[in-house]
């Protein structure tokens, strides 16, 4: 049989098997060989919440979507165009996210009758053979016995080879979409440098997985995806949490501070400490605390002291930090909180993504406490979008929300990465030591920006107090003076909109300055929206993309850009957040477009609900 | 670039300050709040004492308090100070003196903001043995918010919200702090200012957390709660004073002992030459079993029961084990050793990069 190569614009491939089967690593890797090769893509791993629920079940089922181009991508992508199943509770699980037409890879051994109880399809209806697969092209393979065989002579134990057969796919797929196995190989070479001979069975398995497609009959078609024509330059690959990790690192360092990191272990932030807990070479100084408040606070203490101050959470912890939060709002103090945000309420659903924080962020504390609230738009993003949020922390002693979320966490994209003399200076302004002045020091003076200077322990003549009671203007000792509040009450808002001088102005991201609609997003809704909009606009549709990264306080000519539209359509994956925002500062009479499903949008959704908004108005 | 470099850098460059310090130089302008006659009064005014000869320069002391009426202390010490929110105070302290350890940090907290709202975090400061002092200020009652029963008011105490009496089973601070491996348990008393500020002292010449209980008469809603042991008449009898290496004696003449038979401690009379002070229990303070006895003398048994234990004043225990921001930033100081010290465009370079042309 001839078997025929095809090109394609973008591929989208799922693969799933269960939590001990090394869908993780099999996706990564997929994800940097094709990195490498010049395509455009973006990933979006799910794990179960169990850490290790029963074997087989569909509980337990782990996944990898992985979406690349010749074109621009964006988005992980809505349906897959193949699934790889290493089970059948892999298939049950993720059937429903297979494009119809789709390819479905299936390791047969997953299928025998055990495996078929397990995922509660019944032993006699194996999805194999009765034909419920009919709208799909099934290709069989015994994956576990093809690994076995292929190892046979190598004296790895059981564990070990069953262990390996992810790669077996791995170089299947490498097969079908043209990808070298180089990079695959260096990478297990150095992974397993102390056990070569499981190096060495691993990369067995991958050529033996490759070939397989090379010789068997079994596939008709392989696939090539050229190159994306990318912006030139040097690349790396990077998840959100990663990003985040280095806009503080980076942050800091430009600001010649220490980062102090405190927190407490909460999914999907958690990563965040880990990567930021390596790094104690780079000023960074982290501190596991015994609870979310313990983890605010330390992080205030820090700040007070002359750090940084950094505390990660999700929302159930980000609730109980809110005491705290306006502890520093009232004592001035530089304070990064970093909400990576899941679906709720309560403890929800922990690995699933949501982006219903926002008015948490914006509202949530006792009394008007204000604060600057930041949102990474992608993967890549979150550096930018951590380092804007501790630079205006620190230069305006301010505490910062910033508002990532699971998607955007565990999703990854290429990233030309910054080099150090590219990025901002952050300045720090410590208040000197002083030596006998007459006038008494006022720790509560303020610049033209409102903001006061940062004055820590060690600083002879500065001695000083501060606290969470409201504090007379300027020196900053207890005060219950009517007019005084007021003052104060106003100033913390003004505070807050004065770092509108000092942000970019908000740009159009596709589409022009005016028009029938605008798509106005914030957050991990970038690349569906984007996708959707310039999909729109290709169709002949006069719509544009508005992407919000300042969310408080806003750019100063947001408001302007939306009273050029005739329609402001606001995507959001909670239940109407931002549009409320947008309603109440610049009166305009935006819709919301909303998903709580702990899924992002899929493009089509997107372009669909769009639509039926424009033909209401006609 | 060390976290101590960094520091050094911005600040490290005024003159020093004047450390020819009186008790007066540690008093800010503000006018102090207490009501009158509120124990809080002594213990300000002895702390006020021992600055001086804790040998720190001012712009190196920090004190930091939660939420009570102990917690606007900060506010009258000139020195760097914080009034944070309920329970928080070691929290945030632990995150200064992690980040900044040279410096002197004092806690000031309550009965309740300690061992109510901030149990949590007062239990992991003690284990993990932050080099801070912590004043707890008990005085076995809510005062700010108007005379409510606190976690340390014993059983049966009758207060604002508890009219037909408390049925809670009180806290007992000493045996918390015992429990969670505190380095340095003491208590002292307002109305016996030379001994406490003997114990601010120790407290402060100790390494890690150095927790010093303070009984504190509340004068308007729990007058009189620590009177047995204040009132000069009665304190020989209910109170013994802990000295390292000496016996526990106590009484009018001291004329009592505290011997221990086997584990059950007695008192023992040596008026009748029965016993004299070689058979009593000497007082070690680096006993962790006889210091959790110590901490359980609380009112037991009754008062006129011949067998009625004295409440120990002084340094229950005192050990020394490493304190956790000293390891925290050894290791970040072996760490930058073995690897150097970050290179910022290395880490955003990652691993594995590629070119696009």
């Known amino acids: 049989m001839q078997v025929k190569d095809q090109v394609r614009d973008d591929v989208t491939i799922r693969f799933a098997g269960d939590s001990g089967d090394g869908m993780q690593l099999t996706g990564s890797l997929f994800t940097n060989t094709t990195a490498l090769q010049g395509n455009d893509i973006r990933t979006l791993p799910e794990f179960p919440a169990e850490i290790r629920a029963p074997i087989g079940t569909v509980p337990g089922v782990s996944s990898f979507q992985l979406h690349f181009g010749s074109k621009e991508i964006m988005t992980p992508g809505d349906e897959c165009d193949v699934l790889v199943v290493m089970n059948s509770a892999a298939l049950k699980a993720n059937l429903s996210l297979l494009r119809k037409g789709?390819?479905?890879?299936?390791?047969?051994?997953?299928?025998?009758?055990?495996?078929?109880?397990?995922?509660?399809?019944?032993?006699?209806?194996?999805?194999?053979?009765?034909?419920?697969?009919?709208?799909?092209?099934?290709?069989?393979?015994?994956?576990?016995?093809?690994?076995?065989?292929?190892?046979?002579?190598?004296?790895?134990?059981?564990?070990?080879?069953?262990?390996?057969?992810?790669?077996?796919v791995l170089g299947l797929l490498y097969w079908m979409y043209n990808r070298p196995l180089d990079?695959?190989?260096?990478?297990?070479?150095?992974?397993?440098?102390?056990?070569?001979?499981?190096?060495?069975?691993?990369?067995?398995?991958?050529?033996?997985?490759?070939?397989?497609?090379?010789?068997?009959?079994?596939?008709?078609?392989?696939?090539?995806?050229?190159?994306?024509?990318?912006?030139?330059?040097?690349?790396?690959?990077?998840?959100?949490?990663?990003?985040?990790?280095?806009?503080?690192?980076?942050?800091?360092?430009?600001?010649?501070?220490?980062?102090?990191?405190?927190?407490?272990?909460?999914?999907?932030?958690?990563?965040?400490?880990?990567?930021?807990?390596?790094?104690?070479?780079?000023?960074?100084?982290?501190?596991?605390?015994?609870?979310?408040?313990?983890?605010?606070?330390?992080?205030?203490?820090?700040?007070?002291?002359?750090?940084?101050?950094?505390?990660?959470?999700?929302?159930?912890?980000?609730?109980?930090?809110?005491?705290?939060?306006?502890?520093?709002?009232?004592?001035?103090?530089?304070?990064?909180?970093?909400?990576?945000?899941?679906?709720?309420?309560?403890?929800?659903?922990?690995?699933?993504?949501?982006?219903?924080?926002?008015?948490?962020?914006?509202?949530?504390?006792?009394?008007?406490?204000?604060?600057?609230?930041?949102?990474?738009?992608?993967?890549?993003?979150?550096?930018?979008?951590?380092?804007?949020?501790?630079?205006?922390?620190?230069?305006?002693?301010?505490?910062?929300?910033?508002?990532?979320?699971?998607?955007?966490?565990?999703?990854?994209?290429?990233?030309?990465?910054?080099?150090?003399?590219?990025?901002?200076?952050?300045?720090?302004?410590?208040?000197?030591?002083?030596?006998?002045?007459?006038?008494?020091?006022?720790?509560?003076?303020?610049?033209?920006?409102?903001?006061?200077?940062?004055?820590?322990?060690?600083?002879?003549?500065?001695?000083?107090r501060v606290g969470g009671l409201e504090k007379e203007a300027e020196t900053g000792n207890v005060s219950y003076d009517p007019d005084n509040h007021q003052l104060m009450t106003n100033l913390r808002k003004e505070r807050v909109d004065k770092i509108a001088?000092?942000?970019?102005?908000?740009?159009?991201?596709?589409?022009?300055?005016?028009?029938?609609?605008?798509?106005?997003?914030?957050?991990?809704?970038?690349g569906s929206i984007r996708t959707a909009v310039r999909e729109l606009m290709v169709e002949g549709y006069s719509v544009s993309h508005v992407h919000i990264k300042y969310l408080n306080p806003f750019p100063k000519n947001l408001g302007e850009i939306l009273n050029n539209f005739d329609q402001v359509i606001v995507p959001e994956m909670n239940s109407g957040q931002l549009v409320k925002?947008?309603?109440?500062?610049?009166?305009?009479?935006?819709?919301?477009?909303?998903?709580?499903?702990?899924?992002?949008?899929?493009?089509?959704?997107?372009?669909?609900e769009v639509k039926t908004i424009l033909s209401e108005k006609v | 670039m060390s976290l101590e470099t960094i520091i050094d850098l911005h600040i490290k460059n005024g003159a020093p300050g004047d450390m020819n310090y009186t008790g007066k130089d540690f008093s800010s302008d503000q006018d102090v709040r207490w009501c009158p006659g509120c124990g809080d009064y002594t213990i300000l005014k002895q702390v006020q004492t021992a600055m001086p000869e804790i040998g720190v320069k001012k712009e190196d002391i920090v004190f930091i308090s939660g939420i009570g009426c102990a917690a606007r202390f900060p506010y009258y010490m000139d020195t760097f100070g914080m009034h944070s929110i309920h329970g928080r105070a070691a929290a945030i302290a632990t995150g200064l003196k992690i980040s900044r350890p040279e410096l002197s940090i004092?806690?000031?907290?309550?009965?309740?903001?300690?061992?109510?709202?901030?149990?949590?975090?007062?239990?992991?400061?003690?284990?993990r043995n932050v080099n801070v002092n912590y004043l707890l200020f008990n005085n076995q009652v809510y005062g700010l918010t108007k005379g409510q029963y606190s976690p340390t008011a014993p059983s049966g105490s009758v207060s604002k919200s508890t009219p037909y009496g408390s049925i809670d089973h009180a806290v007992n601070p000493l045996s918390f702090a015992l429990g969670a491996d505190g380095s340095f348990v003491a208590r002292a008393m307002d109305r016996d200012p030379k001994h406490l500020n003997q114990m601010i002292l120790r407290a402060n010449s100790h390494r890690g957390t150095s927790m010093l209980e303070i009984y504190q008469n509340c004068i308007v809603f729990n007058d009189g709660a620590f009177e047995r042991f204040t009132d000069k008449k009665t304190r020989p009898v209910e109170a013994v004073y802990l000295e390292q290496g000496e016996p526990l004696i106590f009484g009018e003449k001291n004329e009592k002992g505290i011997r221990l038979d086997g584990l059950v401690p007695k008192v023992v009379s040596m008026k009748n030459g029965e016993f004299s002070k070689d058979d009593l229990w000497i007082h070690d303070e680096k006993d962790k079993t006889k210091a959790y006895m110590l901490s359980r003398f609380f009112d037991q048994p009754e008062p006129g029961d011949e067998n009625r234990m004295p409440r120990p004043f002084g340094v229950l225990f005192a050990e020394e084990r490493f304190c956790y921001d000293e390891e925290v930033n050894r290791q970040i100081a072996g760490v930058v050793e073995r690897k150097g010290v970050g290179n910022l465009d290395e880490l955003l370079r990652g691993r594995e990069t590629w070119i696009v042309k």
Request: glycine share 10%.
């Open chain 1, 581 to 608: 925002l947008l309603r109440d500062t610049f009166f305009v009479p935006a819709k919301g477009i909303n998903k709580v499903k702990g899924r992002p949008f899929f493009v089509d959704e997107l372009k669909q």
């Open chain 1, 183 to 464: 990079s695959t190989i260096s990478f297990l070479n150095q992974k397993f440098t102390k056990k070569p001979e499981i190096a060495q069975g691993n990369i067995k398995v991958l050529k033996d997985g490759y070939h397989y497609g090379e010789t068997t009959e079994v596939f008709a078609e392989t696939y090539t995806v050229k190159k994306a024509q990318i912006g030139a330059g040097e690349y790396r690959s990077i998840t959100g949490n990663e990003a985040t990790v280095l806009g503080l690192v980076a942050a800091a360092r430009q600001g010649n501070i220490p980062l102090f990191f405190g927190s407490y272990p909460i999914t999907p932030a958690s990563d965040i400490l880990h990567e930021l807990s390596a790094l104690k070479n780079f000023g960074v100084t982290t501190f596991q605390a015994e609870d979310e408040i313990a983890a605010v606070s330390s992080a205030i203490g820090a700040a007070f002291g002359g750090s940084l101050g950094v505390t990660s959470s999700s929302g159930p912890g980000i609730a109980l930090k809110a005491e705290a939060v306006g502890l520093a709002v009232m004592l001035e103090l530089p304070l990064v909180i970093l909400n990576i945000q899941r679906a709720g309420p309560s403890t929800g659903m922990p690995t699933k993504t949501e982006q219903s924080d926002l008015l948490q962020a914006m509202y949530g504390r006792n009394g008007e406490s204000p604060v600057v609230i930041i949102a990474p738009a992608t993967p890549g993003d979150c550096f930018d979008a951590a380092f804007e949020a501790s630079r205006i922390a620190i230069e305006h002693m301010i505490p910062v929300y910033f508002l990532s979320d699971g998607y955007l966490a565990n999703g990854s994209e290429p990233w030309k990465f910054p080099q150090q003399k590219g990025l901002k200076k952050v300045n720090v302004r410590f208040e000197p030591a002083r030596n006998g002045e007459d006038n008494p020091f006022l720790p509560y003076a303020r610049d033209e920006r409102l903001v006061r200077s940062w004055a820590i322990p060690g600083t002879p003549g500065i001695e000083h």
């Open chain 1, 102 to 168: 789709g390819i479905i890879i299936a390791n047969t051994s997953g299928f025998d009758k055990k495996n078929l109880n397990l995922a509660k399809y019944g032993e006699d209806n194996n999805p194999l053979e009765n034909g419920s697969l009919s709208d799909y092209i099934v290709i069989e393979v015994d994956v576990t016995r093809l690994t076995k065989e292929s190892l046979s002579d190598s004296g790895l134990s059981y564990k070990d080879i069953e262990r390996s057969k992810n790669m077996f």
């Open chain 2, 106 to 127: 004092w806690v000031i907290s309550g009965d309740g903001d300690s061992l109510s709202i901030g149990g949590n975090h007062f239990l992991h400061l003690l284990r």
């Open chain 1, 501 to 526: 001088d000092s942000i970019p102005l908000q740009q159009v991201d596709s589409g022009k300055d005016h028009g029938d609609a605008v798509l106005v997003g914030w957050g991990s809704t970038y």
